[in-house]
Protein backbone atom coordinates (compact mmCIF):
# COMPACT_ATOMS: atom_id res chain seq x y z
CA UNK A 1 0.00 0.00 0.00
CA UNK A 2 1.16 3.42 -0.74
CA UNK A 3 0.30 7.09 0.54
CA UNK A 4 -1.46 9.58 -2.08
CA UNK A 5 -1.43 12.94 -0.09
CA UNK A 6 -4.88 15.36 0.18
CA UNK A 7 -2.77 17.71 2.65
CA UNK A 8 -2.46 21.46 1.92
CA UNK A 9 1.29 22.94 2.29
CA UNK A 10 1.35 24.50 6.05
CA UNK A 11 3.35 27.81 6.43
CA UNK A 12 3.15 31.12 7.49
CA UNK A 13 1.04 31.81 4.35
CA UNK A 14 -1.46 29.38 4.78
CA UNK A 15 -4.81 31.47 5.99
CA UNK A 16 -6.41 29.97 9.17
CA UNK A 17 -10.24 30.19 9.67
CA UNK A 18 -11.01 33.94 9.64
CA UNK A 19 -10.20 35.51 12.37
CA UNK A 20 -8.44 32.76 13.91
CA UNK A 21 -4.50 33.18 15.57
CA UNK A 22 -2.19 32.31 12.47
CA UNK A 23 1.03 30.29 12.51
CA UNK A 24 3.98 32.31 13.47
CA UNK A 25 7.31 30.67 13.75
CA UNK A 26 10.38 31.45 16.12
CA UNK A 27 13.83 30.25 16.45
CA UNK A 28 15.07 30.55 19.41
CA UNK A 29 18.47 29.13 18.20
CA UNK A 30 19.83 28.49 15.04
CA UNK A 31 23.64 26.58 14.34
CA UNK A 32 25.96 28.95 15.27
CA UNK A 33 26.46 28.93 17.88
CA UNK A 34 24.04 26.91 19.59
CA UNK A 35 24.53 23.68 17.45
CA UNK A 36 21.10 22.91 16.42
CA UNK A 37 18.39 24.93 14.72
CA UNK A 38 15.05 25.13 17.36
CA UNK A 39 11.69 26.52 16.65
CA UNK A 40 8.48 28.12 18.96
CA UNK A 41 5.45 27.30 16.86
CA UNK A 42 2.37 29.30 17.80
CA UNK A 43 -0.65 29.23 15.64
CA UNK A 44 -4.56 27.88 16.29
CA UNK A 45 -6.02 24.64 15.92
CA UNK A 46 -8.02 25.69 12.67
CA UNK A 47 -5.18 25.99 9.95
CA UNK A 48 -4.17 24.10 6.87
CA UNK A 49 -5.52 21.01 6.72
CA UNK A 50 -7.18 19.75 10.19
CA UNK A 51 -9.72 17.86 12.01
CA UNK A 52 -12.70 19.54 13.64
CA UNK A 53 -12.70 17.24 17.14
CA UNK A 54 -16.45 16.73 18.69
CA UNK A 55 -15.67 19.17 21.95
CA UNK A 56 -15.57 21.91 19.33
CA UNK A 57 -19.45 22.65 19.16
CA UNK A 58 -20.25 19.44 21.75
CA UNK A 59 -19.36 19.73 25.44
CA UNK A 60 -19.60 16.44 26.46
CA UNK A 61 -17.88 15.09 23.00
CA UNK A 62 -14.54 13.23 22.46
CA UNK A 63 -11.61 15.29 22.58
CA UNK A 64 -8.81 14.40 19.61
CA UNK A 65 -7.04 11.78 21.40
CA UNK A 66 -10.03 10.14 22.20
CA UNK A 67 -10.76 8.54 18.13
CA UNK A 68 -9.38 5.78 17.17
CA UNK A 69 -7.39 4.38 14.43
CA UNK A 70 -10.80 2.48 13.67
CA UNK A 71 -12.70 5.57 13.00
CA UNK A 72 -9.74 7.38 11.06
CA UNK A 73 -9.03 4.74 8.71
CA UNK A 74 -11.31 3.44 6.71
CA UNK A 75 -12.71 2.93 3.13
CA UNK A 76 -14.54 5.74 1.67
CA UNK A 77 -14.97 8.07 -1.48
CA UNK A 78 -13.68 10.90 -3.61
CA UNK A 79 -16.15 12.55 -5.14
CA UNK A 80 -16.64 15.51 -7.30
CA UNK A 81 -18.91 18.09 -7.08
CA UNK A 82 -17.42 20.48 -8.79
CA UNK A 83 -19.68 21.06 -11.82
CA UNK A 84 -22.38 21.34 -9.95
CA UNK A 85 -22.49 23.77 -7.55
CA UNK A 86 -20.15 27.37 -7.36
CA UNK A 87 -19.85 30.52 -5.36
CA UNK A 88 -22.80 30.55 -2.57
CA UNK A 89 -24.69 27.62 -3.92
CA UNK A 90 -25.94 24.98 -2.16
CA UNK A 91 -25.22 21.15 -2.84
CA UNK A 92 -27.15 18.39 -1.84
CA UNK A 93 -26.86 14.32 -1.41
CA UNK A 94 -28.47 13.93 -4.60
CA UNK A 95 -25.49 15.38 -6.39
CA UNK A 96 -23.35 13.13 -4.20
CA UNK A 97 -25.56 10.25 -5.44
CA UNK A 98 -25.34 10.83 -8.79
CA UNK A 99 -21.60 10.56 -8.96
CA UNK A 100 -20.60 8.29 -6.54
CA UNK A 101 -21.52 4.97 -4.39
CA UNK A 102 -21.67 5.89 -0.51
CA UNK A 103 -22.06 2.79 1.72
CA UNK A 104 -23.02 3.28 4.81
CA UNK A 105 -20.29 3.68 7.99
CA UNK A 106 -17.84 5.27 4.82
CA UNK A 107 -15.91 8.74 4.83
CA UNK A 108 -16.55 11.06 2.38
CA UNK A 109 -14.31 13.65 1.12
CA UNK A 110 -16.21 16.61 -1.08
CA UNK A 111 -14.33 18.20 -3.65
CA UNK A 112 -16.25 21.43 -3.95
CA UNK A 113 -13.37 22.14 -6.75
CA UNK A 114 -12.42 25.36 -4.08
CA UNK A 115 -8.91 24.13 -3.23
CA UNK A 116 -7.86 25.44 -6.69
CA UNK A 117 -8.28 28.49 -4.54
CA UNK A 118 -6.02 27.86 -1.81
CA UNK A 119 -2.84 29.55 -0.71
CA UNK A 120 -0.65 27.11 -2.53
CA UNK A 121 -2.45 27.05 -6.28
CA UNK A 122 -1.67 29.75 -8.89
CA UNK A 123 -5.47 30.59 -8.66
CA UNK A 124 -4.95 31.93 -5.30
CA UNK A 125 -7.94 33.62 -4.05
CA UNK A 126 -8.63 33.65 -0.25
CA UNK A 127 -11.72 35.47 -0.20
CA UNK A 128 -13.11 32.79 -2.69
CA UNK A 129 -11.83 29.86 -0.69
CA UNK A 130 -12.79 30.88 2.63
CA UNK A 131 -16.12 32.62 1.72
CA UNK A 132 -17.46 32.28 -1.22
CA UNK A 133 -17.27 28.60 -1.22
CA UNK A 134 -20.79 26.20 -1.63
CA UNK A 135 -22.06 24.43 1.33
CA UNK A 136 -24.54 21.85 2.11
CA UNK A 137 -27.92 22.19 3.94
CA UNK A 138 -29.92 20.16 6.57
CA UNK A 139 -31.13 17.80 3.80
CA UNK A 140 -27.41 16.67 3.41
CA UNK A 141 -26.67 16.22 7.32
CA UNK A 142 -29.65 14.02 7.72
CA UNK A 143 -28.66 12.15 4.64
CA UNK A 144 -24.91 11.82 6.44
CA UNK A 145 -26.66 10.60 9.66
CA UNK A 146 -28.93 8.10 7.92
CA UNK A 147 -25.76 6.76 6.34
CA UNK A 148 -24.18 6.33 9.51
CA UNK A 149 -20.65 8.02 7.58
CA UNK A 150 -17.24 8.03 10.07
CA UNK A 151 -16.44 11.51 9.33
CA UNK A 152 -16.68 14.17 5.82
CA UNK A 153 -14.02 16.11 4.55
CA UNK A 154 -14.02 19.06 2.55
CA UNK A 155 -11.95 20.89 0.08
CA UNK A 156 -12.28 24.20 0.89
CA UNK A 157 -12.76 26.43 4.27
CA UNK A 158 -15.73 24.90 6.43
CA UNK A 159 -17.88 22.26 5.92
CA UNK A 160 -20.64 25.00 6.60
CA UNK A 161 -21.76 27.06 3.67
CA UNK A 162 -19.72 30.10 4.57
CA UNK A 163 -23.12 31.91 5.16
CA UNK A 164 -24.06 29.89 7.68
CA UNK A 165 -21.26 31.12 9.78
CA UNK A 166 -19.87 33.78 11.48
CA UNK A 167 -18.79 34.30 8.16
CA UNK A 168 -21.93 35.96 7.31
CA UNK A 169 -21.18 39.00 9.79
CA UNK A 170 -17.76 39.32 9.23
CA UNK A 171 -17.71 40.12 5.42
CA UNK A 172 -20.64 42.19 4.46
CA UNK A 173 -20.31 42.87 0.97
CA UNK A 174 -20.32 39.42 0.16
CA UNK A 175 -23.15 38.44 2.31
CA UNK A 176 -25.20 40.88 0.44
CA UNK A 177 -23.92 39.17 -2.71
CA UNK A 178 -24.90 35.44 -1.20
CA UNK A 179 -28.29 37.38 -0.44
CA UNK A 180 -28.95 38.33 -4.65
CA UNK A 181 -27.59 34.60 -5.16
CA UNK A 182 -30.03 32.92 -3.23
CA UNK A 183 -33.19 34.92 -4.32
CA UNK A 184 -32.41 34.50 -7.48
CA UNK A 185 -31.36 30.55 -7.23
CA UNK A 186 -33.30 29.42 -4.51
CA UNK A 187 -36.19 32.06 -4.52
CA UNK A 188 -35.41 33.34 -1.10
CA UNK A 189 -33.36 35.64 1.15
CA UNK A 190 -29.97 34.42 2.40
CA UNK A 191 -31.49 34.29 5.67
CA UNK A 192 -34.76 32.95 4.91
CA UNK A 193 -32.92 29.96 3.39
CA UNK A 194 -29.84 29.61 6.55
CA UNK A 195 -32.62 30.65 9.29
CA UNK A 196 -30.94 30.65 12.92
CA UNK A 197 -32.35 27.20 13.67
CA UNK A 198 -30.12 26.24 11.20
CA UNK A 199 -27.02 27.95 11.76
CA UNK A 200 -23.86 25.73 11.62
CA UNK A 201 -25.32 22.78 11.15
CA UNK A 202 -22.98 20.60 10.18
CA UNK A 203 -20.73 21.32 13.29
CA UNK A 204 -23.88 21.94 15.81
CA UNK A 205 -25.75 19.32 14.70
CA UNK A 206 -23.39 16.41 13.51
CA UNK A 207 -20.77 16.43 16.56
CA UNK A 208 -23.26 15.15 18.53
CA UNK A 209 -23.64 12.41 16.37
CA UNK A 210 -20.23 11.29 16.42
CA UNK A 211 -19.98 13.04 12.67
CA UNK A 212 -17.16 15.52 12.76
CA UNK A 213 -15.37 16.47 9.23
CA UNK A 214 -11.59 17.26 8.32
CA UNK A 215 -11.59 21.02 6.52
CA UNK A 216 -9.08 22.39 3.82
CA UNK A 217 -7.93 18.96 2.57
CA UNK A 218 -6.52 19.06 -1.12
CA UNK A 219 -3.11 17.88 -2.11
CA UNK A 220 -3.23 15.55 -4.53
CA UNK A 221 -7.19 15.32 -4.65
CA UNK A 222 -7.73 15.67 -8.40
CA UNK A 223 -6.29 12.44 -8.81
CA UNK A 224 -8.81 10.74 -7.09
CA UNK A 225 -12.41 12.16 -8.50
CA UNK A 226 -15.48 9.91 -8.04
CA UNK A 227 -13.05 7.01 -6.74
CA UNK A 228 -13.74 4.48 -3.96
CA UNK A 229 -9.98 4.56 -1.60
CA UNK A 230 -9.02 3.94 1.75
CA UNK A 231 -8.69 7.02 3.09
CA UNK A 232 -6.69 7.87 6.91
CA UNK A 233 -6.36 10.86 8.25
CA UNK A 234 -3.52 11.18 10.87
CA UNK A 235 -4.27 13.90 13.72
CA UNK A 236 -2.20 14.59 17.07
CA UNK A 237 -2.64 12.09 19.80
CA UNK A 238 -3.78 15.71 21.87
CA UNK A 239 -5.71 14.78 24.89
CA UNK A 240 -8.68 18.15 25.08
CA UNK A 241 -8.19 18.87 21.93
CA UNK A 242 -10.90 20.60 20.23
CA UNK A 243 -9.74 20.12 16.97
CA UNK A 244 -5.96 19.19 15.52
CA UNK A 245 -3.71 19.90 12.10
CA UNK A 246 -3.74 16.67 10.30
CA UNK A 247 -2.07 14.89 6.87
CA UNK A 248 -5.06 13.15 5.35
CA UNK A 249 -4.03 10.45 2.74
CA UNK A 250 -5.93 8.24 0.46
CA UNK A 251 -4.28 4.54 1.07
CA UNK A 252 -3.78 2.59 -2.52
CA UNK A 253 -2.32 -1.00 -3.55
CA UNK A 254 1.16 -0.70 -5.20
CA UNK A 255 -0.40 -1.20 -9.15
CA UNK A 256 -2.93 1.71 -8.73
CA UNK A 257 -0.42 3.87 -7.32
CA UNK A 258 1.98 3.33 -10.34
CA UNK A 259 -1.21 4.42 -12.35
CA UNK A 260 -1.71 7.95 -10.12
CA UNK A 261 1.55 8.67 -10.48
CA UNK A 262 1.95 8.36 -14.34
CA UNK A 263 -1.43 10.33 -14.78
CA UNK A 264 0.34 13.07 -12.44
CA UNK A 265 3.10 12.89 -14.83
CA UNK A 266 1.15 14.18 -16.95
CA UNK A 267 -0.09 17.29 -15.27
CA UNK A 268 0.64 20.74 -14.03
CA UNK A 269 1.93 21.19 -11.09
CA UNK A 270 2.03 23.26 -8.22
CA UNK A 271 5.60 24.90 -6.63
CA UNK A 272 4.52 22.77 -3.52
CA UNK A 273 4.51 19.86 -6.28
CA UNK A 274 0.84 19.07 -6.02
CA UNK A 275 -1.75 18.82 -8.83
CA UNK A 276 -2.31 22.37 -10.56
CA UNK A 277 -6.46 22.40 -9.74
CA UNK A 278 -6.93 25.21 -12.08
CA UNK A 279 -4.50 24.37 -14.91
CA UNK A 280 -6.46 23.77 -18.05
CA UNK A 281 -4.44 21.52 -19.07
CA UNK A 282 -5.31 19.55 -16.12
CA UNK A 283 -8.88 19.46 -17.22
CA UNK A 284 -8.76 15.62 -18.49
CA UNK A 285 -9.15 14.73 -14.97
CA UNK A 286 -12.48 16.36 -14.36
CA UNK A 287 -13.54 14.89 -17.70
CA UNK A 288 -12.38 11.15 -16.62
CA UNK A 289 -14.35 11.55 -13.61
CA UNK A 290 -17.21 12.73 -15.39
CA UNK A 291 -16.77 9.94 -17.38
CA UNK A 292 -16.21 7.53 -14.03
CA UNK A 293 -19.80 9.41 -13.04
CA UNK A 294 -21.59 7.91 -16.00
CA UNK A 295 -22.26 11.37 -17.32
Not at 153 to 157: I, K, R
Given at each position: MKAIDL???????????????PLQVQYFKRLAPNGANGQVVTHSNHIGTHLDGEIHFYTPGKDIASLDFDYLMHEGVVVDLSDAAGDYDVYTSKMVEDRVEVKEGDILIVNTGYHKYGWDQPLADEVRYMVKHPGPDREF??????LKLRWI?????SADHPMNTKVRDWMPRQAKEADEHFKKAYGMPLADYFSDDKYQLMHIEMFNEGIIHAECVGGDIDLLLNQRVTIACFPWKFVDGEASIARIVAMVDDDRYEELMATKAKCKLTKFGDVDAGAPENRFLYEDAKKRAGR
Open positions: TIPLGVGTPPWPTYIAEWAKKGVDCG
